[in-house]
């Protein structure tokens, strides 16, 4: 419920402090006053566009202040996600200042937002109607989320809301592996391929140095065979190293049978002799176990030039070939893995169709039976406000599947006989418009969780016992909330439980408006002044009196 609200510099208003009641606040006033202006500054603290144009003349920046109080839970859970702070006594203050620089400073509870966070606050605690409103009622997009409240499909439609937008994510993936599942083919074959030669290969690291090495070798076969042989006759000779060796060693065991001196040195050469008997064996073992083969060679030649075109292919050494092969096995599991997904996701596709269709055909059947009794209460409401002949239709057309369902509903209004109900947003009259959104503002009061209902000039064009009717039926909502109403009419500020009068002054060439409460006779004179239209008589003060003596009456 909006409590007060404190504005300066907003167009003719320097500075005015309001303060609001529950139940039914009406503000009077002559034409150019400045109602209008007092609802454009509520328009501003809620976060709704507004421009510099608004900043009275002559001032650099202009700001407003809004408190209130008992606020939902719906709207303390959206403060607790934007992560503002609670006010000790369970009030919200949204503040807004404009400059003429082009800056917007907002605030909620005196954190630092943005407007659309105010904006977004704003829209679950007032809801503004003006004589043209183009807001929530008159908006057919809006007008399914009214008849769900009234069939109470809140639960079923987060249920259905959840199983669409899984059915969406399914279908995106799908489409998404359907536009790639040709060309993914055809990469399976190529890398099925790849795998294979690279595979049947048997490609070893470092067998490429190896063979070559071996190549070297075979190709110097002739020197190699021939040092070695040479090798081994300068060892075992008749003549040779190892002969002279053992020779030598001999000589020495003899003198050191008899020179003790000379036995390390025999045994030094004695061990000598040992290791050149090996070595000689050695190399008459690399002589013998030498074997020429130039098969071998053509073999190591083709192997050699067959893994020289793996490496043109797949990488310039053996583990670069190696790598690639787990790449194409790791990328052939995943499209074949997606290939499996796609399997998967078609079942699934066909689970959640059928489901939807389910939750969809249960949501149009819950939204036409609630339609078909809000459409006698609408009709009930505007025949008691003064429209007999009225035609109140709740249009349903069927539609392709979206996150609301497959209805398309739209109010229609038909307010003469003879004539085709037509959108609510095409009705010509504004008395009549008025009257059909009070009408169905009244009926969906009970589903509604917004505090503050205000109604701009709801009164033109109207008149005589629809104006009476308008009268009664706003005193009636506002027994369940908050009811602004901006008015003409003497009849609705006869109703009210707060009266605010608002004055235009010019004082020095600059104009000045000023908002004041109204006591029991301050009212009977603007209700005289608004019912006469010019001086003031007694009688006509004397009638005000009674006309709010008589609302009082009706209200108890």
Not at 367 to 379: D, I, L
């Given at each position: ?291 020429y083969n130039p098969e071998r060679l053509t073999a190591i030649n083709e192997r050699l030039d067959f893994l020289y075109r793996l490496s ?119 008395g009549e418009l008025s009257r059909i959104m009070l009408a169905i503002k009244n009926v969906l009061s009970d589903k509604d969780n917004i ?106």
């Open positions: 419920m909006l409590i007060g609200l404190k504005i300066g510099n907003i167009a003719v208003i320097e500075s005015a402090e309001l303060e609001f009641d529950s139940g039914l606040n009406v503000m009077t006033g002559e034409t150019g006053a400045g109602k209008s202006i007092v609802i454009d500054a509520i328009n501003a603290v809620l976060g709704e566009r507004t421009s510099r144009e608004l900043i009275r003349s002559g001032a650099e920046s202009a700001s407003v202040y809004a408190s209130f109080a008992d606020i939902s839970e719906e709207t303390q859970s959206i403060l607790d996600d934007m992560g503002v702070e609670k006010m000790p006594d369970n009030t919200l203050v949204l503040s807004r200042s404009l400059s003429t620089s082009g800056k917007n400073s907002c605030r909620i509870n005196g954190c630092p937002v943005t407007v659309s966070a105010l904006k977004e606050i704003g829209s679950g605690l007032i809801n503004i109607h003006g004589q043209h409103d183009s807001q929530a009622l008159l908006s057919p997009d809006k007008h399914c989320g009214f008849i769900d409240s009234l069939a109470e499909n809140a639960e079923l439609r987060t249920e259905y809301r959840q199983v669409f937008t899984n059915l969406v994510s399914v279908k995106k993936e799908l489409d998404s592996l359907y536009d790639t599942r040709d060309e993914k083919a055809a990469r399976l074959d190529y890398l099925a391929f790849q795998i294979d030669e690279i595979t049947a290969a048997d490609v070893k690291i470092g067998e490429r140095e190896a063979l070559s090495k071996e190549k070297e070798l075979l190709q110097h076969s002739g020197k190699v065979i021939k040092a070695l042989e040479n090798a081994y006759s300068a060892l075992r000779s008749e003549n040779g190293i190892l002969t002279g060796v053992e020779d030598c060693a001999g000589d020495l065991e003899r003198a050191a049978e008899y020179y003790d001196s000379a036995e390390n040195a025999a045994k030094g050469i004695r061990g000598i002799a040992y290791e050149l008997a090996d070595f000689t064996a050695e190399v008459r073992g690399l002589i013998d176990g030498f074997d043109m292919k797949y990488g310039k050494d053996e583990e670069d070939i190696l790598s690639y092969l787990e790449k194409a096995q790791k990328e052939k599991n995943e499209i074949e893995i997606s290939d499996e997904r796609i399997s998967e996701l078609e079942e699934k596709l066909y689970a959640l169709s059928d489901e939807i269709k389910i939750l969809s055909a249960k949501l149009t059947e819950s939204r036409m039976k609630a339609a078909a009794e809000f459409e006698k209460s609408v009709k009930a409401e505007l025949e008691f406000l003064d429209m007999p002949k009225v035609t109140f239709v709740v249009d349903r057309k069927q539609t392709a599947l979206t996150s609301k369902g497959a209805d398309a509903i739209e109010f229609l209004i038909s307010a003469n006989p003879g004539q085709e109900p037509r959108p609510i947003a095409k009705i010509a009259s504004g505090g503050t209902l205000i109604f701009d000039e709801i009164d033109t064009g109207v008149s005589g016992s629809a104006a009476e009717k308008i009268a009664l039926k706003l005193g009636e909502v506002s027994k369940g909330r908050q009811v602004i109403c901006v008015t003409h009419l003497a009849r609705i500020a006869a109703q009210a439980d707060c009266h605010m009068k608002i004055m235009k002054s010019v004082d020095e060439n600059k104009t000045y408006t000023k908002i004041e409460p109204l006591d029991f006779e301050g009212r009977a004179a603007e209700i005289a002044r608004i019912s006469g239209g010019g001086n003031v008589t007694a009688l006509q003060l004397e009638t005000a009196r009674e006309m709010l003596l008589s609302a009082k009456e009706k209200s108890l």
